[in-house]
């Protein structure tokens, strides 16, 4: 069973907390410190390779002093990730689509700068203020609509998981990238005898016919950009245009 442990809470909230005089001799390193240098080490070799000696390594301590900082590798994970939900900096004036709109731009440069997040779960986060931070901004955007108050929360998080499930996705082409050496078109070029040998075109109709229409032509990030805007242009329209007790796009 996975435990809670209360120890990563001050360190995800260490802005909040008022500095301390260090007695003795000043710390050599700190939190921000490790934190930075194990999300540089991601960025240019993945997660994996933040490991804690390499972090350890890299700013030239031993191994165990780190654990002063960050008490495991897992926290210091979520650290990691808290930071980058943090470096967004949400604020945006602008009505409800300005404010999505800045919203999923700040989400998507986050992963093209760090792909490395697509490789953790978003289902449990640390619970730090860069998780919060969103929360906050997208409840607001949602808020300037004035829909009730039980429809922010649901409102807020559809949005929210559109937009950071196709942020992943094009992470995920840069990871497999990076790890195969091969980009997602020809990937599938690769597999070109398929369709000559394979495909049935009678037991396909519709995609034969889409096929022949050339709607297949372009590469594949840009029909799941397409896609992307499509589905994103859907879905605010029906936040926008739902009433209370109808739910459904107008």
Not at 27 to 32: G, H, K, N, Y
Not at 212 to 229: I, K
Request: net charge negative; charged share 25%; proline share 6%.
């Amino acid at each position: 069973m996975e435990e809670f442990s209360p120890r990563i809470l001050p360190l995800l909230w260490r802005r909040s907390i008022p500095a301390r005089k260090p007695v003795g001799r000043p710390p050599r390193l700190t939190v921000d410190v490790v934190v930075t240098t194990a999300i540089r080490i991601a960025d240019a070799e993945g997660l994996e390779a933040a490991s804690m000696a390499r972090v350890a390594a890299e700013l030239s301590v031993a191994t165990m002093s780190l654990y002063t900082y960050a008490p495991s590798r897992p926290e210091l994970v979520d650290l990691m990730v808290d930071e980058v939900l943090w470096t967004r900096a949400l604020t945006c004036d602008g009505g409800f689509r300005e404010r999505v709109a800045f919203y999923a731009d700040q989400t998507f440069a986050m992963y093209r700068a760090h792909p490395w997040l697509a490789e953790l779960s978003r289902v449990r986060p640390p619970v730090g203020p860069g998780m919060l931070a969103e929360t906050e901004f997208l409840l607001a955007a949602v808020a300037t609509l004035g829909r009730p108050v039980d429809q922010l929360s649901v409102a807020a998080t559809t949005i929210s998981s559109w937009v950071t499930a196709a942020a992943r996705h094009e992470a995920e082409g840069v990871l497999l990238r990076r790890t195969t050496g091969l980009s997602t078109d020809e990937w599938w070029q690769q597999r070109g005898e398929m369709w000559e040998s394979w495909f049935d075109v009678e037991s396909h109709p519709t995609m034969t016919s889409i096929w022949n229409a050339g709607a297949f032509d372009r590469g594949s990030d840009e029909q799941a950009q397409d896609a992307y805007a499509y589905g994103l242009g859907l879905l605010l329209k029906g936040i926008e245009s739902s009433v209370e007790g109808d739910d459904r796009v107008s």
